[in-house]
């Protein structure tokens, strides 16, 4: 491995690069940064870096089978791949083209922060604690579906994958999970609500669990769910997304989706929103309600 | 079997998802967002080992290593382009993790026994830093929020954890050298 490393050392900003580099991916800018400082030392140690990284997942993984769907997609993919004079030629292209890339490491395109947007909101009498304000993230979060996609829709030898019911009930079996009753509030769409959190602190994953709850017309209004972070500015609650409850549900099971990580989640709750979220919550409706403590 | 897979056998193609698929699927599943997203990058995954092939050099490491470096280039490519979505969710809760004892993980590869042997000299916190970065694809920014510790502190456990890593594995193969 080391007959043909280069002579040196990269300096100390370098190898934050290449660490961040064969980690998690560089920014455009921070991939210029290394563009500039690149050397024949630098490739060799990220050649090592990748290496030992590559090393730690094979260390780390636990290689089950794949799915059975799966098997099959990749051996007609192959055959697709592999089957004409012509794919053979394509094949040597793309071949000089993975070389391409082996050798220059990706430079992924950085994603606009998410976490830039903040919004205030003033007074909210009804809530137990006492926020003012509300974050969310800048874009208005994507619905969250009620039910898993119908499995008529999917070949039938792939199989369909775990109801948020069935994700839940796992989730509620973890000894480390978060519960947290849902209580109603005095608000008219509230009445006859019972509901629970379960929440796994650790993965960040959670499910809201609704009976009672008001059937919604999405065009019209649709429930958001917000998670109060004890780790965060009370004033600043994390979106967990928005969903709808079908005509005729007489219990939903909810997944939530963080916008943020929760370091230390201390309550809960539910309102109802406009389509497509609320960017600042006007709080008029909270439907339901729980604190862990 | 890559050479031959360069060569474009098809029976060669066949046992290379037979021989490495649990491993791509493996980690594929730690890096995505959804099951659905594990299943489109191990085809994506596939594609890359299939085109990269030719480059496999033995002298520069096991098969596997090979396989799981393109893995992984290709899954932090995918989540790179995801980062706008919620942070991860995993496909896997993040307790599974059973690091390999040396004796399992040379069963693996003679990589990912050097990478469990260096990782045995790390203080616990500095492996959880590794763990989610290089297991779960966090962000050093999500590590530190999640951990609750410094970013910088973060850089330094991944850093001096992956250069030891590093040392163990250039220890090694400068011994096989010497002694070959």
């Given at each position: 491995?080391s007959?043909t490393r280069?002579?040196?050392?990269?300096d100390?900003?370098?190898?934050d690069?290449?660490?961040?580099?064969?980690?998690?991916?560089?920014?455009?800018?921070?991939?210029r940064?290394?563009?500039?400082l690149?050397t024949?030392?630098?490739?060799?140690?990220?050649?090592?870096?990748?290496?030992?990284?590559?090393?730690?997942?094979?260390?780390?993984?636990?290689?089950?089978?794949?799915?059975?769907?799966?098997?099959?997609?990749?051996?007609?993919?192959?055959?697709?791949?592999?089957s004409?004079s012509?794919?053979?030629?394509?094949?040597?292209?793309?071949?000089a083209?993975g070389?391409?890339?082996?050798?220059?490491?990706?430079?992924p395109?950085?994603a606009?922060?998410?976490?830039?947007?903040l919004?205030w909101?003033a007074?909210?009498?009804?809530?137990?604690?006492?926020?003012?304000?509300?974050?969310?993230?800048?874009?208005?979060?994507?619905?969250?579906?009620?039910?898993?996609?119908?499995a008529?829709?999917?070949?039938?030898?792939?199989p369909?994958?775990?109801?948020?019911?069935?994700?839940?009930?796992?989730?509620?079996?973890?000894?480390?999970?978060?519960?947290?009753s849902?209580?109603?509030?005095?608000?008219?769409?509230?009445?006859?609500?019972?509901g629970?959190?379960?929440?796994?602190?650790?993965?960040?994953?959670?499910?809201?669990?609704f009976?009672g709850?008001?059937?919604?017309?999405?065009?019209?209004?649709?429930?958001q769910?917000?998670i109060?972070?004890?780790?965060r500015?009370?004033?600043?609650?994390?979106?967990g997304?928005?969903?709808?409850v079908?005509a005729?549900?007489?219990?939903?099971?909810?997944?939530?989706?963080?916008?943020?990580?929760?370091?230390?989640?201390?309550?809960?709750?539910?309102?109802?929103?406009?389509?497509?979220?609320?960017?600042?919550?006007?709080?008029?409706?909270?439907?339901?309600?729980?604190?862990?403590? | 079997?890559?050479?031959?897979?360069a060569?474009g056998?098809?029976?060669?193609?066949?046992?290379?998802?037979?021989?490495?698929?649990?491993?791509?699927w493996?980690?594929?599943r730690?890096?995505?967002?959804?099951?659905?997203?594990?299943?489109?990058?191990?085809?994506?995954?596939?594609?890359d080992?299939?085109?990269?092939?030719?480059r496999?050099?033995?002298?520069q490491?096991s098969?596997?290593?090979?396989?799981?470096?393109?893995?992984?280039?290709?899954?932090?490519?995918?989540?790179r382009?995801t980062?706008?979505?919620?942070?991860?969710?995993p496909?896997?809760?993040?307790?599974t993790?059973?690091w390999?004892?040396?004796?399992?993980?040379?069963e693996?590869?003679?990589?990912?026994?050097q990478?469990?042997?260096?990782?045995?000299?790390?203080?616990?916190?500095?492996?959880?830093?590794?763990?989610?970065?290089?297991?779960y694809?966090?962000?050093?920014?999500?590590?530190a929020?999640?951990?609750?510790?410094?970013?910088g502190?973060?850089?330094s456990f991944?850093?001096?954890?992956?250069?030891?890593v590093r040392?163990?594995?250039?220890?090694?193969?400068?011994?096989?050298?010497?002694e070959?």
């Amino acid at each position: 491995m080391s007959d043909t490393r280069p002579q040196g050392q990269p300096d100390e900003a370098m190898v934050d690069l290449l660490i961040k580099q064969v980690t998690e991916g560089l920014s455009p800018a921070e991939q210029r940064a290394l563009d500039v400082l690149d050397t024949e030392v630098a490739s060799a140690y990220r050649r090592d870096l990748e290496r030992a990284a590559a090393a730690v997942t094979l260390a780390g993984s636990d290689q089950k089978p794949m799915p059975e769907a799966l098997a099959a997609r990749l051996a007609q993919q192959a055959a697709q791949h592999f089957s004409s004079s012509a794919q053979a030629a394509d094949l040597g292209a793309a071949r000089a083209a993975g070389e391409a890339r082996i050798d220059q490491p990706h430079t992924p395109q950085r994603a606009a922060n998410r976490f830039g947007a903040l919004g205030w909101l003033a007074a909210a009498a009804c809530l137990v604690l006492a926020v003012i304000g509300w974050e969310r993230s800048p874009a208005p979060p994507a619905p969250v579906a009620a039910t898993p996609p119908p499995a008529a829709v999917l070949p039938a030898e792939v199989p369909p994958p775990p109801t948020p019911a069935e994700e839940r009930a796992a989730l509620l079996a973890k000894s480390d999970s978060l519960k947290v009753s849902l209580g109603a509030t005095k608000d008219p769409a509230a009445a006859g609500v019972t509901g629970d959190v379960v929440w796994d602190p650790l993965t960040q994953r959670g499910f809201l669990h609704f009976a009672g709850l008001q059937a919604n017309d999405p065009a019209v209004h649709q429930y958001q769910i917000w998670i109060f972070d004890a780790g965060r500015d009370k004033r600043y609650p994390v979106d967990g997304g928005v969903f709808d409850v079908p005509a005729n549900t007489s219990e939903v099971v909810i997944p939530i989706r963080a916008a943020l990580i929760v370091r230390k989640p201390a309550a809960f709750a539910v309102t109802v929103e406009k389509p497509g979220g609320a960017v600042v919550s006007g709080r008029e409706h909270v439907v339901a309600l729980g604190t862990t403590g | 079997m890559l050479q031959r897979i360069a060569s474009g056998d098809p029976a060669a193609v066949r046992e290379c998802i037979e021989q490495y698929g649990p491993l791509v699927w493996s980690i594929a599943r730690r890096l995505s967002r959804t099951p659905s997203d594990a299943e489109d990058a191990t085809q994506e995954i596939f594609l890359d080992i299939w085109r990269s092939a030719g480059r496999f050099d033995a002298s520069q490491g096991s098969d596997k290593v090979f396989i799981a470096m393109i893995a992984r280039r290709r899954l932090i490519d995918r989540l790179r382009k995801t980062s706008a979505e919620p942070p991860m969710d995993p496909v896997e809760t993040l307790d599974t993790i059973a690091w390999a004892d040396p004796g399992t993980a040379l069963e693996t590869s003679i990589e990912a026994e050097q990478a469990t042997r260096a990782l045995a000299e790390l203080r616990p916190e500095q492996r959880q830093v590794l763990e989610l970065g290089l297991l779960y694809g966090l962000s050093q920014s999500e590590i530190a929020a999640r951990l609750d510790m410094p970013l910088g502190t973060v850089k330094s456990f991944m850093r001096r954890g992956l250069i030891k890593v590093r040392e163990f594995m250039n220890v090694d193969a400068e011994g096989v050298l010497s002694e070959g």
